[in-house]
């Protein structure tokens, strides 16, 4: 498993990075598709189309701020996309926006947060810059079903999601967090259809050149 920081000093620091994240269990999830979802998507990406960087976090506060943070300033990704699941969707959600706010629920190790905003001193609600709606689009004409969403939620995938689009909007960057349903609903081989499609079109929307040379990196277990 290669290490983050030295790779990225072997590498042109000019090559466009995305970051591509799935969850673990949470209370009452014993099984994430999530993480499988970001594993897959990740390894099954054009190798030409840029360097991929995947990793499956913990659902937990503490864990979610920390490593957010590291990938963002290790990696410096041009395109992150996130996945979670939502319990009771019916349907792969884009999600178009994240919010300062924090729901108190326990993560999966029992911990509270102890704050009630995911950054103190920020604006109330960040919004993406990818073309939502022509994601969807992309997905409809498929036969997936698929809903562009106004909230998160409050709980960890938007305390992820407004971390993301607070550092890409600081950066240059661009982030989308995509909540997926249980398998279940949509099976194995249309949620990995969907992701595939949206990281296609996420990347054609950033203008990422496929000239650039590419590579697999999983974050090493000490960042997870």
């Known amino acids: 498993m290669a290490d983050v920081s030295s790779d990225l000093m072997a590498h042109d620091p000019a090559k466009p990075r995305v970051l591509i994240t799935g969850f673990g269990p949470f209370p009452g999830v014993a099984e994430n598709p999530s993480g499988w979802l970001a594993e897959m998507v990740a390894a099954a990406a054009p190798p030409t189309n840029c360097m991929i960087y995947r990793?499956?976090?913990?659902?937990?506060?503490?864990?979610?701020?920390?490593?957010?943070?590291?990938?963002?300033?290790?990696?410096?990704?041009?395109?992150?996309?996130?996945?979670?699941?939502?319990?009771?969707?019916?349907?792969?959600?884009?999600?178009?926006?994240?919010?300062?706010?924090?729901?108190?629920?326990?993560?999966?190790?029992?911990?509270?947060?102890e704050r009630n905003v995911v950054i103190s001193g920020c604006e109330e609600m960040h919004e993406t810059w990818?073309?939502?709606?022509?994601?969807?689009?992309?997905?409809?004409?498929?036969?997936?079903?698929?809903?562009?969403?106004?909230?998160?939620?409050?709980?960890?995938?938007?305390?992820?999601?407004?971390?993301?689009?607070?550092?890409?909007?600081?950066?240059?960057?661009?982030a989308l967090f995509v909540h997926v349903p249980h398998i279940h609903i949509l099976s194995m081989s249309t949620l990995l259809q969907a992701a595939e499609l949206i990281l296609q079109e996420a990347l054609h929307a950033v203008q990422l050149q496929s000239k650039f040379g590419a590579g697999l990196i999983d974050v090493p277990p000490e960042s997870r």
């Open 55 to 113: 990793a499956v976090l913990p659902t937990e506060w503490h864990a979610v701020a920390s490593r957010a943070a590291y990938f963002h300033q290790a990696i410096r990704p041009r395109l992150m996309i996130h996945f979670g699941l939502k319990v009771e969707a019916t349907e792969i959600q884009l999600e178009s926006k994240a919010h300062n706010q924090i729901e108190h629920r326990p993560d999966a190790g029992g911990a509270h947060p």
């Open 130 to 174: 990818l073309p939502v709606d022509a994601l969807a689009g992309r997905l409809q004409a498929e036969s997936i079903p698929v809903s562009v969403s106004q909230s998160c939620g409050r709980y960890l995938c938007n305390d992820l999601y407004f971390r993301s689009l607070n550092w890409a909007e600081q950066n240059g960057s661009d």
